[in-house]
């Protein structure tokens, strides 16, 4: 899907006045509300599926393959169910299709991962520990293939395992969610696998707007509007040549760190403009 623009589907309310707004804001709640029902009968789907995924093939890398397959078609179902009732619609751009390496990307937005995982049939996250207290996801962790943040030098050794072994790998090197108005700030861990494996790094510059799904934002406090987030996967970046490992690493970090700035405070550009243009 190249630059691919969407609509609002049946959530586009175009009552005026306070009735209006009362009407609106209903509808946001519940189609806000099953969304979020969705979301987690697909989880319990994927749980449930997932023996039956095993016992498909004796060999647990096809396995795995599998069930991030149905990973991947239930989370670009639930994209479509999102966008039909006027939640969240997300644009993809994909000027270079997401490939195998590292996918390096900012993390707005609670749903992030899960945007990206829509638009990959094959892909491994490294995901935070915090997600293993909830039986069903610390279930579907395990049985994905995924990769926990909790012990770091796990983490490293782990990740490197998984690109040397060409899996793709999804990072989000600022480890937690942008704070609202801020720009994000990478760690170097991402770097780190890079340099070390010497794979592709591609990154992928999430745009959203708003605060909704942000830090610290309730999930539950709906917008008044359609969230519609951007996903912009761009042209990997080269690595450093000639340099040592630390230096690579550092100079990575800042390049990634300086692209993402870069594309994140143009894009901001564009929305003022837009917003200027149809401003009376």
């Not at 691919?4 to 006045?17: D, E, P, S, V």
């Not at 999102?82 to 751009?93: A, H, N, Q, T, Y």
Request: aromatic fraction near 8%.
């Amino acid at each position: 899907m190249r630059g691919k623009t969407t609509h609002q589907g049946i959530g586009c309310l175009a009552l005026i006045g306070p009735a209006g707004a009362a009407v609106n804001q209903a509808w946001r709640t519940l189609s806000g509300s099953l969304c979020w029902l969705t979301f987690g009968l697909g989880c319990l789907l994927l749980a449930a599926a997932a023996p039956l995924v095993r016992l498909s093939s004796l060999q647990g890398d096809k396995q795995t393959r599998r069930l991030r397959l149905c990973a991947h078609h239930l989370s670009r179902l639930w994209m479509q169910f999102c966008r039909l009732v006027g939640s969240i619609d997300v644009c993809v751009v994909q000027s270079h299709p997401p490939g195998n390496g590292l996918l390096v990307a900012n993390h707005p937005s609670l749903l992030d991962a899960i945007w990206v995982i829509g638009q990959h049939r094959n892909l491994c996250c490294i995901i935070k520990g915090d997600l293993q207290r909830i039986s069903v996801f610390r279930y579907l962790i395990r049985q994905l293939g995924y990769v926990s943040n909790q012990d770091p030098e796990l983490l490293l050794q782990e990740s490197c395992n998984r690109l040397r072994q060409g899996e793709t790998l999804l990072v989000f090197p600022e480890a937690t969610r942008t704070p609202v108005g801020e720009l994000p700030r990478f760690f170097p861990g991402s770097a780190e696998l890079a340099v070390r494996t010497g794979v592709t790094v591609q990154p992928i510059v999430i745009h959203k707007p708003g605060a909704y799904l942000s830090k610290g934002y309730p999930w539950y406090q709906f917008p008044d509007a359609t969230l519609r987030p951007l996903l912009e996967f761009c042209a990997p970046l080269p690595l450093p040549s000639g340099t040592s490992r630390r230096q690579a690493r550092r100079a990575l970090t800042a390049e990634l760190q300086r692209f993402f700035h870069h594309r994140l405070d143009t894009q901001r550009l564009h929305i003022g403009a837009a917003r200027l243009k149809i401003k009376p």
